[in-house]
């Protein structure tokens, strides 16, 4: 498949190795056509890797990942808009305020989220909110955590969180391990427990840990 | 133990029942001293159950428990501070705000909690959140989720976290499920992950769930 991986940090990064890995053409995108990162990038992940604009990249991929530092997320993605057009983009990204220091805060909280701002900038995509609660390390190698746990996608469209399920499982999530929160609303459930995995990052003394829902 | 307990709603009601169970004398807080809730409470547990005022069932336990709802607690427990002070405060309150209609969002998020308000209205007791992150059966009753699954604890006074500890133990929690997040601002952690915990109770189908930290 043919997937674009908008964003140059250590998720995009983890994001587009694995797909390139798993047999996929990937774009990574960038705000210059010619990022260094980016370049740095195709040059180690070598066939199947190719870099270009935030554009180029959703113009090229048939699905996307969206993987840019939060605060920046609207802006990067609203002249997206047409190369999306019908298509899924995967929303891995938080909104993380970073700008009072350490721990974080969120800088969406209450009757909204990224996820939410994210489809409204592009009202022609489908957006599922994914992988957001789990460490670039664990989202592409779940194994990494030992024993079960879980996973959990929000969206609007069920076709498109299908999609989802299923490049999901390519990275090794179990079908089992998806839950479905509901539409692109529930992404405020997700976005706002990051509050609770930067401590248990503290707790765990690692960010190679997840959760399991206990019934 | 003599025990307050603050509150007289579904999680006042079955700390208390609960704690009369296991023994203890359990005085129910409301702000009127013939509560008729708290009435109805104190004829149905029997011995070691008894009623009165918030600063009364304050004044009354060597600890107590902060079980009304979020948006008034600190006005209700601010006439408390002398009857509190030097005791321990288990505080299961969410600062949920359900006057946008359902879901609720938070009333209190990003760099504060209603732990750390609390805290910083009674200065002088030891306040330890906990419990609430699970529902009211799910507190008392841990064992009616089955397999293993965690608690939170967060609080400054380290030995304050192991008297609630042992509090939580006499409740059926195993000590190897009692995490430990940090000081009272990681509070903010778990009052944030009530706004999962209410997307999760969809997708469950039932209160009755808790997570395990995998890793």
């Not at 076709?159 to 399920?165: E, N, T």
Request: charged fraction near 20%; proline fraction near 4%.
């Amino acid at each position: 498949m043919k997937i674009g991986v908008l964003g140059t940090g250590m998720v995009g990064h983890a994001l587009a190795s694995r797909l390139v890995q798993l047999g996929h053409q990937v774009r990574m995108g960038a705000r210059e056509a010619t990022n260094e990162k980016a370049a740095a990038w195709v040059k180690q992940a070598g066939t199947g890797a190719s870099q270009g604009t935030f554009v180029d990249a959703a113009g090229f991929g048939d699905v996307a990942f969206h993987a840019t530092v939060g605060q920046a997320a609207v802006e990067l993605l609203s002249p997206c808009a047409a190369a999306l057009r019908g298509k899924v983009l995967i929303d891995v990204s938080n909104p993380l305020d970073f700008s009072k220091g350490m721990p974080p805060t969120l800088f969406i909280s209450g009757a909204d989220s990224l996820g939410e701002r994210i489809q409204r900038a592009l009202p022609d995509t489908r957006v599922v909110k994914a992988l957001n609660t789990v460490n670039a390390n664990v989202m592409v190698n779940p194994g990494v955590v030992k024993g079960d746990h879980d996973l959990f996608v929000s969206g609007n469209d069920p076709a498109a969180k299908k999609q989802v399920s299923e490049l999901l499982v390519g990275f090794g999530w179990k079908p089992a391990q998806i839950v479905d929160l509901g539409d692109i609303t529930t992404a405020r459930g997700t976005e706002a427990y990051l509050m609770l995995w930067i401590r248990l990052w503290g707790a765990v003394g690692s960010p190679n840990f997840n959760i399991k829902v206990v019934r």
